[in-house]
């Protein structure tokens, strides 16, 4: 067929991707990306104030740098596109990151980079000079005025890149002066907003064992990973993992119900809300090669945040073969799950929120229980091999009291637990209930109280004969799931004045 050739207009094109919706930190950490990308060890930020004209941005990083044709190709729009080749490491997606996210927070970007015993070589994009000339217009070289700049922050350094914002949109007030304190409070005010994003984003790099990164913020400490499910603490539940498969690959999910107010203190109970704070940061955190790209959310699955299930987050591991399947969008801080996902995410986040729920309701008592776990639970995931299996407590006070019978009697009672742990049918209960309703049955549905009363009976006396004194005993019975459940169970079993 005939064709015509229809270029963008340059003016209309830099308007679009500087509208993008980045917020200053949301940018930065794009620019974070491609330092990890680059296999960076330390990264650090700058921002530098001087007014509405010579305020900078500055990130730079200790990676392996570019040579002059690769920084040619990283500056040229769309270069790598959704489809290019990339490492397993690589958080890269459309190949505009560093473009969109500059471009949205500056008029003039400057990157200047180094290889491995190469030299260094710089480009520029002047949006304004391509605006003038209606030319994508790469620079060569850099603006007199950032000489200075860049040798300052290059230092000794043998390989790296540097990236530098000038002219900036966002994080400046228009016409603002040096001496202007209210501009530079915001200025500055934005440096906290950066810290705790890139806590939040960049966490699970900042722990790894194996060459951990570490990102200095204004020539501060390196900061400090965010850890949105409080993993360590020890009244937090981390509920049993799934693996769910999806496209040819599997997404892990791991549901947690974070501990009770009154189990934190002042300092804690803060930084444990984390920089939305508590109701908002409720929900999913969707990880794409360890990277944080939503952080709390429900995912349109039908859930809204309230107070009552603020203690609940989850976490979902994503591998970026799934980008396209998860519509992971150019700023990397969105994505909704696939239709095949969305049944199983439905019932997990049920399950989670009740369970979050409740702690709110007993004021922690169901956590608690966590710091027990030898008595509280009756069956345990056990991760070995890259597998989840599950077995049956040995430590459950009633699986306890079943094997101190007879030692002729211990090993048909063995065998059975054996028997039924290794016969649990876990893929055909998955499958069941990924094609029913989000509804699952709750522990002892249907049965009547006096069969519900015979079963916590049989625990309590099996605690008091195991050698726990009542009184524990009774505590214990009141932490345990499902019993926790049933406000006045301790009086119907007549034990209820020993606590």
Not at 85 to 97: E, N
Not at 98 to 122: D, I
Not at 213 to 225: K, M, S, Y
Not at 400 to 418: G, I, N
Request: charged content about 25%.
């Amino acid at each position: 067929m005939e064709h015509e050739i229809a270029n963008p207009d340059p003016a209309g094109t830099i308007e679009s991707l500087g509208s993008l919706g980045y917020t200053p930190e949301a940018a930065i950490a794009d620019l974070v990306d491609n330092s990890i990308s680059a296999d960076a060890r330390n990264v650090w930020i700058h921002l530098h104030w001087a007014g509405a004209e010579e305020s900078t941005v500055a990130v730079v990083d200790d990676g392996h740098g570019m040579s002059e044709a690769e920084l040619i190709r990283g500056m040229t729009i769309g270069a790598r596109g959704v489809g290019a080749t990339r490492s397993s490491q690589d958080l890269g997606r459309f190949g505009v990151g560093l473009k969109t996210a500059s471009f949205s927070q500056c008029r003039q970007l400057v990157v200047s980079t180094r290889p491995p015993h190469g030299q260094w070589s710089t480009r520029t994009w002047d949006l304004d000079l391509v605006l003038r000339s209606g030319e994508w217009r790469l620079l060569k070289g850099y603006p007199g005025e950032v000489e200075s700049q860049l040798a300052e922050l290059a230092g000794s350094m043998p390989h790296g890149t540097i990236v530098v914002w000038r002219r900036l949109r966002r994080l400046v007030a228009a016409g603002s002066q040096p001496a202007d304190e209210w501009a530079q409070r915001e200025f500055y005010g934005a440096v906290n907003s950066v810290e705790r994003h890139l806590s939040m984003t960049f966490g699970r790099y900042f722990t790894r064992k194996h060459l951990p990164l570490r990102i200095w913020l204004n020539g501060q400490h390196a900061l400090d990973a965010w850890d949105p499910f409080c993993s360590i603490h020890p009244f937090v539940q981390r509920l049993p993992s799934e693996s769910l498969p999806v496209e040819g690959t599997t997404v892990e999910v791991t549901p947690w119900v974070l501990p009770h107010r009154s189990r934190f203190d002042e300092r804690s109970y803060e930084a444990a809300g984390g920089p939305r704070g508590w109701l908002e940061q409720q929900g999913f955190y969707i990880h794409r090669n360890e990277r944080l790209i939503v952080a709390g959310e429900w995912l349109g699955l039908g859930f809204r945040k309230d107070d009552r299930h603020v203690l609940a987050r989850i976490s979902v591991d994503v591998p970026t073969a799934l980008d396209s399947a998860w519509s992971v969008d150019v700023k990397k801080s969105t994505a909704s799950p696939p239709p095949a996902l969305v049944t199983p995410f439905r019932r997990i986040a049920k399950a989670t929120r009740e369970r979050a729920s409740n702690v709110m309701t007993h004021r922690g008592k169901v956590a608690a229980g966590t710091r027990s776990q030898d008595f509280i639970y009756a069956w345990q995931p056990v991760r070995k091999y890259g597998l989840t299996s599950y077995r049956i407590n040995r430590n459950h006070p009633l699986v306890r009291e079943a094997l101190s019978v007879a030692p002729e009697s211990r090993s048909t009672v063995t065998a059975l637990l054996r028997l039924v742990e290794e016969t649990l049918p876990i893929g055909l209960i998955r499958a069941v209930h990924a094609s029913e309703a989000e509804r699952e049955p709750e522990p002892f549905e249907g049965a009547t109280p006096e069969e519900v009363l015979v079963v916590a009976r049989q625990i309590f006396e099996a605690l008091v004969h195991q050698g726990t004194p009542p009184r524990e005993a009774a505590r214990r019975l009141q932490l345990m799931p499902p019993f926790n459940e049933y406000p006045d169970l301790l009086r119907e079993l007549g034990v209820s004045d020993l606590v």
